[in-house]
């Protein structure tokens, strides 16, 4: 079945005239996308049990310092997130993308593999 699937993307890039396929999670950021695929990522993981839709697999809570400028910029972001009446916080979505960092440095080989 891989192999369907490789001679499909073969047909599509001799069709297309591409010379090498660039798969997109590698590139640094992907303009509007990051932003839908953070939003869909948020609406899967935040679950409302009554209160403050939360990440149920979240146990540890801290107050983490941030500069001024940049708490203005998750609040901006957090707000862009939000969707279909779901409200995301800021502390919400620093946590998804530190979770989000720490997945991408795994799969680069500068963390130990995640272990349970």
């Known amino acids: 079945m891989a192999r369907e699937k490789r001679r ?3 047909e599509i890039q001799e069709a297309l005239g591409a010379r090498r396929v ?3 999670d590698q590139l640094p950021s992907q303009g509007p996308l990051d932003l839908l695929q953070l939003r ?3 609406q899967r993981r935040l679950r409302s049990s009554g ?3 939360t990440d ?4 540890i809570r801290r107050v983490v310092p941030f ?7 998750l609040e901006e972001l957090a707000a862009a997130c939000e969707s279909g009446g779901q409200n995301v916080s800021p502390g919400q979505l620093a946590a998804v993308l530190v979770e ?3 997945r991408e440095l795994r799969r680069k080989g500068l963390l130990k593999a995640k272990v349970g």
Do not use: F, N
């Open 51 to 53: 209160g403050r839709p």
């Open 67 to 73: 500069k001024e400028d940049h708490w203005r910029e």
């Open 100 to 102: 989000t960092g720490l």
């Open 40 to 42: 869909a990522e948020l």
């Open 22 to 24: 660039v798969r997109l």
């Open 8 to 10: 499909s993307i073969q």
């Open 56 to 59: 149920p697999d979240w146990s």
